[in-house]
């Protein structure tokens, strides 16, 4: 029987815990850009500076939320930007052409959003293709149809009531930073605390084995899909409320930008591991380099070598701190 | 006594007539400008727009010793989202003022009003403001250039033929205003019809396989038209690989260095050319006066240029 003295010597610190912690390497990358950019610039920790970040990031955070789920099963959803784009479209337009209460729009631009998404589930389960390809061309499908409903011309006079989701503060937060952070909490439960998400992580880790196993692959792979395509409806409904008007252009940028913010976080495009968390991280990461280099008036052309290279820096210290833990571990 | 008296009556005159010269417009003094420059996207017309701002601000640091700073920002692509975000992080920095090219006046509308809440002087170049909105903006007359390009379209051909017309980016108000302007001056002659328009996004790859694709549907067509600068461009290169250069009468926007060659060597007749290095050096004067606290003209117009192969070299 251990002695006290030994069971204290054996338990881990704190620090011990928080390195062995997946999510660390993405934290600590996170927090010395954090940290760094609050050096150098002045402006970098003003309120208003934290306010633009936190609203930047909330629309890439839905996305990324969406994607790296996805990308937990194995799969890769090309065309979430562009149902983001076509569900903000078609509320502008219903709440514009069509006279309805934005209520109802958003509602209806939700469902949308989760057909798209299902379509896009249904195409994969049921004829085994594989998502990357499908979505390349779904996601020409529904960039396409954006327009041709707009003929590339904003949609104009979008009611004030909704713009507040967009533009609004709740005890100085942004209401879509707010509405991030729920969805990332629903995220998070249903992937650690429910059957459904260690379905996801056996599903991502062999979908044969799962299969196995007794688990409804196909059924979940179209549930989170759906999911998906629902999350970028959201991002996108938040960006007309935000603009004020429901431009052709939104969701163009939503493509790679999650992807690489889950890859950042830890999520393996293999599928398998990371979280909906570590995901945020790396985005995170993204929208305080994309504030940083306009405080520090980086200029247009270097814009891409320095993001890319601080993108860089940030995976390179994630790697290396994993080979640090297995090492450890070992 | 008396000496106190008048002195007190001195000071007493004085005090207001000092207050009236410090408060005097445009005599508010600074040892450093820092102005910011967002244009639509990163492309060599902008570049233009800002070699005109720094000249500005040699000038400026010239005539009055103050360090003038020109932080030169733009968005890598045509997205409304992403200039709204770098204007919003810009305001975080407090700067002396923002010149900016609008891709949406509505979608802008909110960054702009964030500015404005802040006391930082705005200036709009290239566009028009969000309606309602009082803010000062430069730039030429979009639709007279637009109108002098496809005026002198229908003259070559002798007002009968199919043309077509390249949009830019629709949503960009420049863009828009100068497309309806050469549907204006096309529908005034019976003999010209619009066969065709092509969105190309301010990208000359885009304007390239629009015009391809537009002349390959269209195999009568005689003439084209553009509303942005990269369209000419593509369009041009599109007319070489087809060999059409003897078919086709391309009529240009702007002065690209690209567009300028075209001339030269006769795939494009001509070009209505807006100034942008003036539009870029009058931003950062009205800038200036603004932080100063001179007063500005709502409206500054930077005139337009018809170059032709016997002037593009004067």
Sequence with gaps: MPTDTTAQARAPSALSILIRNPLAGVFVALTVIFAISALISPYFLTGYNMSVIARGLAFVGLVTIAQSSL?????????????GGLCGVVSGMLMVQAGLPWGVALVLALMLGMALGFVNGFLVTSLGLHSLVLTIGTAGIYGGAILVLTKGVAIT??????QFLGRGDVLGLPVPFLIMLVVLAIALFLTLKTPMGRYMYAIGNNAAAARMLGIRVDRIRLLVFTFAGMLSALAGLLMVARLGTAQPSIGQTWVLAPIAAAVIGGVATTGGIGSPLGAIFGAGIIAIIENIIVL?????YWQGVVSGAIVVLAISFDALSRRYLRRDGA | MRKLATMLAGVAIAMPLAAAAQDAAGTA??????????????????????????????????????????????????DVVQQV????????????????????PSGNRGSLEAAQGQDIPLVIFDSVPPEGMDIPYIGSDFCE?????????????GGEGEVAIMMGVPTAPNHSIRAECHREVFAEHEGITVVAEGIDNDSIEIAQQQAA????????????????????????????????EDQVTLVGLDNLPEMLDMIRSGVADSSSASQPELQGYWSVMLLWAQATGAPVPDYLDTGNAFLTKDNVDG
């Design chain 1, 71 to 83: 990308m937990i099963l194995g799969e890769l959803d090309l065309s979430l930007g562009t149902i």
């Design chain 1, 296 to 300: 520090f008036g980086v200029s247009p």
């Design chain 2, 145 to 157: 250039q637009a109108k002098i390009a496809s005026r002198r379209l229908v003259e070559v051909l």
């Design chain 2, 213 to 244: 694709a537009i002349m390959q549907a269209n195999p009568d067509l005689k003439g084209w038209v553009a509303s942005d600068a990269a369209g000419p461009i593509g369009i041009g290169q599109a007319i070489v690989e087809a060999g059409k």
């Design chain 1, 157 to 162: 006079g979008i009611p004030q009531g909704i």
């Design chain 2, 29 to 78: 003094k600074k040892d450093s400008y820092r102005f910011l420059i967002v244009p639509k996207v990163v492309h060599p017309w902008f570049d233009k727009v800002n070699d005109g701002a720094q000249m500005a601000a040699e000038a400026l640091q010239a005539q009055t010793g103050a360090d003038i700073e020109i932080v030169y920002s733009a968005p890598q692509t045509a």
């Design chain 2, 85 to 104: 975000q770098i204007v919003e992080s810009a305001i975080s920095t407090r700067p002396d003022g923002i010149a900016i090219d609008l891709l949406d």
